[in-house]
């Protein structure tokens, strides 16, 4: 094989596949983009020699899956509580698996044991992933487990099991929130390194503690006061060096040499200046809290103001910018939207309450109607037959009573209209126009003999006939 070949398939070894299958690129490649674009597998930290175990220093600190504001967090840890440190990247603690922790694995590659609550996995290379308790993400690759590998079951999630984070899964906090508070003995020789299950003791503190500055002649320790020997470990009151090389982490203490714990002024002022991550998860509970009432109920504006806020801080991760700016765009439609529905709730309020007032009003025409005794009829009118006869129903007239023309048609079977014939009446009812007889027409709901001498002072109509109304006028 030339060298030219033997460069090739070892730089490209899926063209080469492509070629001898015949398949194209592009198949494989489509074929492998999920797996490329869901799994994200953690950068390794390896262990150092020396650990120690630290508390967390602030409220609400986010325990994250990778060494970075990037790897989406798992947990919270609140303040005061104990976290063992094995390692240091940068600005990132390397923890072990705080209580309540947990991780998942596909439940295609585990054959439940016993009561269900142990698995045994039924292949090799099975990943390990970060469960979070704060969201459903699952896409960081912990660590892999072989074939025969025992997991304690704590339930199920999808197509997953939820277990207890086997050896070798470790999660990151940011070294800010954590003050040490003791070394811890140094690992056993050879359990070094990513995928280590170490064991943690506390070492014993000096014999003579009494002086601040006493120090110890025991090669690679350190004295009291935190200076630190040639090997560049540090004893048990040794100040928190900042090692970034992953190698060796710092030990804890208490006094002596310069370190990078915070005094009290850098903590009262982390306590009073919450970070980037707790905003927003403040921003975020303070929005689904708003989702449960109605629009114009809603602190859009105020909302909109911290997500604003937000945006300008450089400290947020690229992946909560996004959501940032996308929150933003939803909160300013939404804000223009309830200063629209608070102004059609304006408009209806105002409308409600002319309608209440006209429905007042038009009650105590009623009761100073029903006080004065008047009796309000649709029409009056003289009661007489006609000859127009259509439908199934029997047409008569109301006429005037001065020369019979006609005022009104009634149309009605009710049995007393034949006996009231003649006779001066007073009806109610809904005046129509009949589209085919083009004459106004009045079904009756009610009927019965008036006076006619009492018209406009007891008896009051809507029609009258125009000679009454004649007279009327001449009084």
């Known amino acids: 094989m030339s060298t030219i070949n033997r460069s090739f398939n070892i730089r490209f070894p899926l063209a080469r596949l492509a070629l001898v299958t015949g398949v194209s690129l592009g198949v494989w490649a489509a074929s492998l983009a999920p797996v490329w674009a869901q799994d994200v597998v953690a950068p390794e930290v390896e262990n150092s020699r020396y650990s120690f175990s630290g508390v967390i220093n602030s409220s609400a600190?986010?325990?994250?899956?990778?060494?970075?504001?990037n790897f989406?967090?798992?947990?919270?840890?609140?303040?005061?509580?104990?976290?063992?440190?094995?390692?240091?990247?940068?600005?990132?603690?390397?923890?072990?698996?705080?209580?309540?922790?947990?991780?998942?694995?596909?439940?295609?590659?585990?054959?439940?044991?016993?009561?269900?609550?142990?698995?045994?996995?039924?292949?090799?290379?099975?990943r390990v992933?970060?469960?979070?308790?704060?969201?459903?993400?699952?896409?960081?690759?912990?660590?892999?487990?072989?074939?025969?590998?025992?997991?304690?079951?704590l339930g199920e999630k999808d197509e997953?099991?939820?277990?207890?984070?086997?050896?070798?899964?470790?999660?990151?906090?940011?070294?800010?929130?954590?003050?040490?508070?003791k070394p811890l003995a140094e690992l056993a020789p050879g359990t070094g390194g990513v995928g280590a299950a170490p064991v943690y003791t506390e070492i014993a503190p000096p014999v003579d503690n009494r002086s601040p500055v006493a120090t110890t002649e025991t090669p690679g320790a350190t004295g009291a006061n935190g200076s630190t020997s040639a090997n560049g470990a540090t004893g048990a009151t040794g100040a928190m060096t900042g090692t970034v090389t992953g190698t060796e982490p710092p030990a804890t203490g208490t006094a002596g040499a310069s370190t990078t714990q915070p005094t009290d002024?850098?903590?009262?002022?982390?306590?009073?200046?919450?970070?980037?991550?707790?905003?927003?998860?403040?921003?975020?509970?303070?929005?689904?809290?708003?989702?449960?009432?109605?629009?114009?109920?809603?602190?859009?504006?105020?909302?909109?103001?911290?997500?604003t806020e937000l945006a300008k801080t450089d400290q947020l991760p690229e992946s909560l910018r996004r959501i940032v700016d996308f929150r933003i765009a939803t909160l300013t439609s939404?804000?223009?939207?309830?200063?629209?529905?608070?102004?059609?709730?304006?408009?209806?309020r105002a409308m409600e309450q002319k309608r209440q007032a006209l429905k007042a009003e038009h009650e105590e025409l009623l009761e100073r109607i029903k006080a004065s005794d008047v009796q309000v009829y649709t029409a009056v009118g003289t009661l007489q037959t006609s000859s127009l006869q259509q439908g199934g129903m029997t047409l008569y007239r109301l006429t005037d009573p001065a020369n019979g023309r006609t005022?009104?048609?009634?149309?009605?079977?009710?049995?007393?209209?034949?006996?009231?014939?003649?006779?001066?009446?007073?009806?109610?009812?809904?005046?129509?126009?009949?589209?085919?007889?083009?004459?106004?027409?009045?079904?009756?709901?009610?009927?019965?003999?008036?006076?006619?001498?009492k018209l406009f002072t007891s008896v009051a109509a809507t029609i009258v006939p125009p000679s009454l109304l004649s007279k009327a006028a001449g009084q």
């Open 129 to 153: 992933r970060a469960g979070s308790n704060l969201n459903d993400m699952k896409t960081i690759v912990l660590t892999t487990l072989d074939e025969g590998t025992d997991v304690t079951i």
């Open 61 to 69: 600190v986010f325990v994250r899956s990778g060494a970075g504001e």
């Open 265 to 307: 002024t850098t903590a009262s002022a982390a306590a009073t200046q919450p970070s980037a991550d707790l905003l927003f998860e403040q921003a975020e509970l303070a929005l689904k809290e708003a989702d449960t009432k109605p629009l114009e109920e809603q602190p859009v504006d105020e909302l909109l103001k911290q997500y």
């Open 334 to 348: 939404r804000s223009q939207a309830k200063v629209q529905v608070l102004s059609v709730r304006e408009t209806q």
């Open 72 to 126: 989406y967090p798992t947990m919270k840890l609140d303040k005061g509580a104990a976290v063992t440190v094995v390692g240091i990247r940068f600005d990132w603690l390397k923890i072990t698996p705080p209580d309540g922790s947990f991780a998942y694995v596909a439940k295609a590659f585990v054959e439940q044991r016993g009561d269900g609550s142990v698995g045994r996995l039924s292949k090799g290379d099975v």
């Open 160 to 181: 997953y099991y939820k277990i207890v984070p086997p050896p070798g899964t470790f999660y990151y906090v940011n070294k800010q929130f954590v003050d040490p508070v």
């Open 407 to 453: 005022v009104v048609y009634l149309r009605s079977n009710d049995e007393r209209m034949p006996r009231m014939i003649g006779q001066f009446i007073g009806v109610k009812g809904e005046v129509v126009t009949d589209q085919q007889l083009s004459l106004r027409v009045i079904t009756p709901t009610d009927m019965q003999p008036v006076d006619p001498n």
